[in-house]
């Protein structure tokens, strides 16, 4: 693995370990020039999954895609990397489990909502408010209002 430091070829592995229901291997390592430390992530190569946005355009799924939007949404919040790339390995998951070669990107960003609706509502707010574009300030208020109204039923 290369350092994306100084470029040296060499690295050791600090710590290893599974995330993301064993799907996903995350590495620390340091490498042996300069000493600096940095984590990778290994994960198995699969089919390729279309995309249909909703113009009808079709393109190949992106991880990325969905790890800048929750990183975005849980912006200065108390969600670590960690339980980001957890969430995004669990999505791509559920995508691949599905077996089919398309979906469309609505069903992604329901899972994606449903899933981030149970670790932080602000983060979920702000995903929604990009995800379902958010004209006024009665999207805002109807999705809070109903965040309250099944708080209180869980209670």
Avoid: W
């Amino acid at each position: 693995m290369k350092c994306p430091y100084c470029g040296f070829e060499e690295t050791r592995v600090l710590d290893s370990r599974t995330i993301a229901e064993g799907t996903v291997t995350r590495r620390r390592r340091e490498c042996l020039r300069c000493n600096s430390r940095f984590t990778t992530y290994e994960r198995y190569e699969t089919h390729k999954i279309f995309v249909i946005k909703k113009n009808g355009q079709r393109e190949i799924f992106d991880r990325q895609k969905i790890l800048n939007g929750l990183i975005k949404a849980c912006h200065k919040r108390a969600i670590s990397y960690e339980q980001i790339e957890n969430l995004v390995a669990e999505i791509e998951e559920k995508i691949r489990k599905m077996g089919t070669s398309e979906i469309e990107s609505v069903k992604i960003g329901d899972m994606i909502m449903n899933e981030l609706k149970k670790i932080d509502h602000v983060a979920y707010v702000r995903f929604a408010s990009v995800y379902k574009e958010f004209g006024d300030l009665d999207h805002f208020i109807k999705i809070i209002n109903d965040l309250r109204k099944k708080k209180i039923k869980e209670v």
